[in-house]
């Protein structure tokens, strides 16, 4: 007997035409999927949580709005009035260009010329509020742009705090005096594209063996105090089986890595073809897979769902890297903060910052002050460590044409700036599934 | 020459002593040297060590 059960009503598009559909969260034999029907083409169904992790338990805390929202979401972005949630993150785009052709390409940006520099000084001095502001500088792939140190400076001179690069680091591998350069302007830390230990998993979805530059990039980071976060696309039968792997790896070289932020393959803009359910990493299964691979390292009851954005936008949580051990600094019973409210975008900008970014490395900061063996019990030694071997575990899953749901996306607080207005990422990206 | 100051319990009358002591918060235990009492355990927590290190630790242990 199949069990179904409509769970919660929202609104979400035609993958086809993009045109607002109501939609609905439905359980059937405890998997549950979006589904929605638009009248010209059809029914649709995506499957959103697989049920191996309770999802009433885990998104329990969401933010309530109280209301149906603009009646022309996601037409009138910008932020409208019903949005949920302030900037945390704004990203900026500053080219069209990339050094790689991947199956996968959120941005999947057109040819573009790249703007010049003194229009993203204006754009910088537009979207930074100054001592506050984190901008994420994306494309395409920045480091193709040689002015990208200016660009750099041009943020860290309008006033924005922190200055992160999204990039496939392929440059900062190649070029040390550009990484040296990027550094001395006042780059913060780097989120760089990291889909496995094995080359073969970026030779199926970067097209290249790309292993070594990665782990060298990593490298050339920490010459210049250069934090590096390692992030993951996931595509299952690609690399959902290295997740384990990927986490050993990064734990393996902290402090240089500040974490993994892993990325469940969202089908937006480029697509090698259109998704059926199997092509899909819920964020379930992302969890099960870490505590299944992770060989004990990291557990679930030491994640905690997303507050700054809807649980089911990802989780984060917070460690700290011991000589021979990683401890958790959270716990999903005892995570400190009233059950009920979601945190603000300061605070959650306050937390990332401090774990990303690298603080300056003092010497023998692996032993106690005293030089016996390590004591994480030690207020002194505690304190020291967490700013040096601070570690994240943390998930971010884009929403895309099959899953959006924009209730959900009136809590984004990822913006990108675009011209003179910022947009949620999910539906500034938000694109038509077309047969590729 | 330094006047050397001490602090006394104001139960006990004895000199407060800097000794290991623990602090427990959100399931985690740290300890750190602080003056306490020998005889019945009273500890002083000055002003600068509750808004200094031990407002850090609590923010770091925080969600956020």
Redesign the interface.
């Known amino acids: 007997m199949v069990e179904r059960e409509i769970i919660r009503n929202t609104y979400s598009v035609c993958p086809k035409c993009l045109r607002r559909l109501t939609a609905r969260y439905v359980r059937i034999n405890g998997s549950v999927y979006m589904q929605k029907e638009c009248p010209e083409h059809g029914e649709f169904s995506t499957v959103i949580w697989r049920g191996y992790v309770d999802m009433d338990d885990w998104t329990k805390n969401a933010g309530e709005t109280g209301d149906e929202g603009n009646p022309n979401c996601p037409n009138d972005c910008g932020l409208c009035s019903y949005h949920a949630q302030d900037t945390c993150c704004t990203l900026l785009e500053v080219t069209d260009r990339c050094n790689l052709n991947c199956r996968f390409c959120f941005a999947d940006n057109g040819d573009s010329p790249d703007p010049t520099l003194e229009q993203i000084r204006l754009w910088l001095n537009k979207l930074a509020k100054p001592g506050k502001t984190l901008v994420q500088l994306s494309g395409g792939e920045p480091t193709v742009r040689d002015d990208l140190p200016q660009i750099v400076a041009a943020a860290k001179e309008a006033g924005c705090r922190y200055v992160q690069l999204n990039s496939n680091g392929i440059r900062l591998a190649e070029d040390e005096e550009y990484l040296e350069k990027l550094a001395g302007a006042g780059l913060s830390f780097v989120f760089m594209q990291f889909d496995g230990t094995r080359d073969a998993i970026y030779q199926k979805l970067r097209g290249r063996r790309l292993l070594e530059i990665k782990q060298r990039a990593i490298e050339n980071c920490a010459h210049y105090n250069i934090g590096v976060t390692l992030v993951p696309t996931l595509v299952p039968g690609v690399n959902t089986h290295n997740i384990g792997d990927i986490l050993k790896f990064a734990i393996a070289r902290s402090p240089m890595v500040r974490g993994v932020h892993f990325q469940p393959v969202s089908f937006l803009g480029r697509i090698p073809e259109l998704p059926a359910d199997d092509m899909r990493f819920t964020l379930d299964e992302l969890l099960i897979a870490i505590e299944e691979q992770a060989g004990g390292l990291i557990k679930l009851e030491n994640i905690?769902p997303s507050?700054?954005n809807h649980p089911l936008c990802g989780f984060h949580g917070?460690f700290v890297v011991m000589p021979d051990s990683i401890v958790p600094?959270?716990?999903r019973e005892?995570?400190?903060?009233g059950c009920c409210s979601p945190?603000t975008a300061d605070?959650?900008r306050?937390?990332i910052s401090r774990r990303w970014q690298r603080q300056s490395q003092g010497k023998g900061n692996s032993s106690c002050c005293c030089g016996k063996e390590p004591d994480i019990?030690?207020?002194?030694y505690?304190?020291r460590r967490?700013k040096t071997h601070g570690f994240t575990v943390t998930a971010m899953a884009f929403q895309d044409a099959g899953n959006i749901d924009l209730e959900r996306l009136r809590w984004c607080s990822l913006h990108v700036f675009d011209r003179d207005r910022f947009v949620p990422f999910c539906s500034y990206y938000l694109s038509r599934w077309q047969k590729q | 020459m330094e006047e050397k100051k001490t602090l006394t319990c104001y139960r006990c009358n004895v000199e407060l002593k800097a000794q290991k002591t623990y602090f427990e918060y959100l399931g985690h235990s740290f300890h750190a040297d602080v003056l306490r009492c020998p005889e019945c355990g009273e500890v002083y927590i000055p002003e600068d060590l509750a808004k200094g290190r031990i407002a850090e630790v609590e923010m770091q242990l925080e969600d956020k």
């Open positions: 905690i507050r700054c917070n600094l959270l716990h005892r995570a400190g903060e945190t605070k959650n306050a937390f019990n030690s207020m002194e505690f304190l967490v």
